[in-house]
């Protein structure tokens, strides 16, 4: 079946994401015993901190580590995706024993999934991980692996940019290009990107691409190193707490973002030492020019707009600006980049829109109106003494559609349906999901019901998960013989379409009885 959950392995947090297929719309969820609540656009939010710390006898991960004051500790890592991105390792040695930021990032998304495993069955649901464009094939390769020792079957891949623009509900179509301003906590990228016109696999090509090491924890030190200036504090006395200083300029920062002022206040509890003042939004907005934020954000998007010029696109031809990361909730960052993209610029969503996203996609969702997975019957070839594959729904198909003869197409595909033994009175239709790498076979043992290329429905065992490439999806469909069939009778005749619900829907005529027992009759959802 297709999936609900989404998991966005974030720089500094991480978002699961569900799918609600109800209200078409997706949501982040709380991960219990990892995850943070905070306030978005008056709704909560809920991510998981990205932080692992290892201590002599276990892990802990997310809030666990901020609740226990360990984010500063030499066995916690952070920034985790970015050094696996860059496939930088840099093994540290842990409580006797090395651990890089590829095992570290591992072990992170392990407890995450096993918290979400809750939420899904992993062996049934497709489950969606998103992956940075610029990264793809080496980082999806990692992600794959960890996600597979951790009991993700069916795991789905995309890649960041189309996963917003999916979340966002941008409208992309593909060929159109788009601009992705990811403002987090420890860069600013930015990104032109192009849907890819291949209708099997969801995936975006980069145009232009600019960055700089600027984010939501430099923000932080400016603010926390203006107020120790206007405290009268030495920088001796502000060391001794700087770590304090930095967590409360974060809040006031996020608050800055919500009004127009906050109190700034901070206390050692060591050394009594205390500093308090009144911040006013206008205030962080001078500090951000004086530091030269507005300049160099406007040269990251200078620099990505330039490389896809080079390649026909500028800013002009741009479908949308889409914001994403903590940092572009700024109202005079936000201010900044409007003026460059006008009512083209979305920012409503900054944390969950890549999560949700991703989860919309394993939903079925795409650019455009087509099928992701690729749909097959498997009937008996007497030639090869075995069941095969024919596929009757090739992946790409556009729908609301018939279903045409793959040799014929100016032709419907017709299946005739023969009885297996004399006196039949009930025949079965079976149809199966190709699974590929990305989209894994089913396991377990029990019985696959396949049927010949006479129409003959019997049990087969069901091969082993390792081997097999595709897996039965939805129930069986099963057509009533009135009066029963004889053995080798081609008593009916079956023609498919999709509608537009996405249903891969069947139409079945009784040769003998002259009449039509099923018409647009929906057998399984396709994605």
């Known amino acids: ?87 930088m390792g840099l093994k540290r040695k842990v409580n006797g024993r090395n651990v890089d930021f590829f095992q570290a990032g591992a072990d992170f998304m392990t407890q995450v999934l096993l918290a979400a495993g809750a939420l899904v069955d992993f062996s049934e649901e497709e489950v969606a991980f998103t992956v940075p464009v610029e990264a793809f094939e ?60 291949d209708p099997r696999r969801l995936r975006c090509r980069v145009l232009g691409k600019g960055g700089a090491q600027l984010g939501g924890s430099q923000i932080d030190q400016w603010i926390a190193r203006h ?103 700024i109202p005079s960052v936000r201010r900044m980049v409007r003026m460059r993209y006008g009512d083209k610029t979305m920012w409503d969503r900054p944390f969950e829109a890549v999560a949700v996203g991703a989860a919309s996609y394993a939903a079925g969702a795409g650019f455009d109106d087509r099928i992701r997975h690729e749909y097959a019957l498997r009937p008996y070839d007497r030639a090869k003494g075995d069941y095969v594959l024919r596929t009757i729904v090739p992946a790409g198909t556009p729908y609301p559609c018939e279903i045409m003869h793959p040799n014929r197409p100016a032709e419907p595909l017709v299946l005739t349906i023969k009885a297996s033994h004399h006196d039949q009175t009930r025949l079965g239709l079976q149809v199966f999901e190709i699974a590929s790498k990305h989209t894994a076979a089913c396991g377990g043992g029990g019985l696959d019901l396949v049927f010949d290329s ?38 009916f005749q079956a023609t498919f379409s999709i509608d537009k619900q996405k249903r891969l829907c069947v139409t079945v005529k009784d040769n003998v009885a002259a009449k039509t027992l099923l018409r647009n009759y929906p057998m399984v959802k396709l994605t």
């Open 227 to 329: 107020t120790v200036l206007k405290s009268g504090k030495s920088d001796a006395e502000a060391r001794a707490f700087m770590g304090l200083l930095l967590w409360e300029a974060e809040r006031v920062k996020k608050a800055l973002s919500a009004k127009d002022r906050e109190i700034f206040t901070v206390m050692d509890l060591e050394t009594g030492a205390t500093v308090t003042r009144e911040f006013f939004r206008t205030e962080l907005e001078d500090i951000l020019e004086e530091n030269g934020l507005y300049t160099k954000v406007n040269t990251v998007l200078d620099q990505a707009e330039s490389q896809a010029h080079e390649h026909g696109y500028d800013r002009s031809q741009l479908n949308a600006c889409l914001m994403i990361g903590g940092s572009s909730l």
């Open 454 to 491: 006479n129409g003959g429905v019997r049990y087969t065992p069901r091969e082993d998960p390792e081997d097999t490439s595709c897996r039965p999806i939805g129930s069986t469909t099963f057509i009533s013989a009135d009066p029963p069939a004889a053995l080798g009778d081609p008593r």
């Open 1 to 87: 079946m297709a999936g609900r959950l989404a998991i966005d392995f974030g720089t500094s947090n991480s978002v699961a994401a569900l799918w609600d297929a109800a209200l078409k719309k997706g949501h982040s969820v709380r991960i219990p015993g990892l995850s943070i609540t905070e306030d978005s656009g008056g709704q909560d939010f809920h991510s998981v901190p990205s932080l692992i710390h290892y201590n002599h006898t276990r892990v802990q991960v997310g809030s666990q580590v901020l609740e226990n004051n360990l984010h500063s500790s030499d066995s916690t890592f952070r920034w985790m995706k970015t050094y696996i991105a860059n496939r």
């Open 138 to 197: 080496h980082y999806q390769n990692w992600l794959d692996d960890t996600v597979r020792v951790a009991g993700v079957m069916r795991p789905l891949f995309i890649d960041e940019p189309s996963a917003a623009a999916l979340g966002y509900c941008a409208g992309i179509r593909p060929g159109q290009a788009f601009m992705v301003f990811d403002f987090g906590g420890g860069t600013a990228d930015a990104s032109v990107v192009m849907v890819e016109e």
